[in-house]
């Protein structure tokens, strides 16, 4: 087994589904799917397991990153030397996992960066603007996306870097450490689709959240 699929998922039985039928439609097979509920109060766990899928449930939330990590570990376990992590909510199209894909002997971690920033919502353009920044001068690596959830990450890489965050801080975390221990870090465009679906991220508390993680790599 060589490459699994991790999604974390909060609240997202309104699109769960689609996502599941969009990856089998081309060609991903329901046992490579890593579902992680991070502790739903909808029926996003019950949906996913209705669709023959892996899934893992965290009986609260605790955080995109935590719940990342909980698909990382069991793909892992699974024997997988790769994984390709998307979000619940439909944004990432499934043609680009096979564009992501060609391209993974070449790099350790290959991140999604979205070039049609002119449709993404105000705040969340400013927050991943301000944050891609930081990370990038902290790294002295550039990077245009640190925030985008649409990724290829080689397992291995866990060997050397530990990740310490929980929430979406954790994705800029795993960058950032990514380059400083000197894996091969890339960056791809990819496709995103803005509709309806509730944002989770909280501006003020993450971006908090990130300002604290970035003075912690400061001192270090």
Known sequence: M???????A???????????????K???????????????????GSVALGMGVQVIRHERN?????????????????????????DADGQHLCDDIY????????YDLIVGYR?????MPLMRNIVNRMTSLVISVLADA?????????????????????????HYQMESEMIFKA???????????VATVYGKEKSFIKPFIDTVRFIFMAITFLWR
């Open 2 to 8: 060589a490459t699994g699929i991790v999604i974390p």
């Open 10 to 24: 909060y609240n997202a039985e309104a699109t769960i589904e689609r996502v599941i039928r969009e990856l089998m």
């Open 26 to 44: 081309h060609g991903i097979k329901k046992k490579h799917i890593i579902i992680v509920d991070d502790g739903s109060t909808d029926a996003t």
């Open 62 to 86: 605790r955080g995109k990153g935590a719940a990342l990590k909980s698909g990382f570990s069991a793909a892992r376990s699974q024997g997988y030397q790769g994984v390709i992590t998307m």
């Open 99 to 106: 564009r992501l894909s060609r391209h993974r002997k070449a």
């Open 115 to 119: 070039n049609d920033t002119d449709v």
């Open 142 to 166: 550039y990077t245009p996306d640190v925030q985008c959830g649409f990724r290829y990450i080689a397992l291995n890489m866990f060997d050397r870097v530990t990740l310490n965050t929980n």
């Open 179 to 189: 380059q400083r221990l000197g894996y091969r870090v890339g960056s791809f465009p």
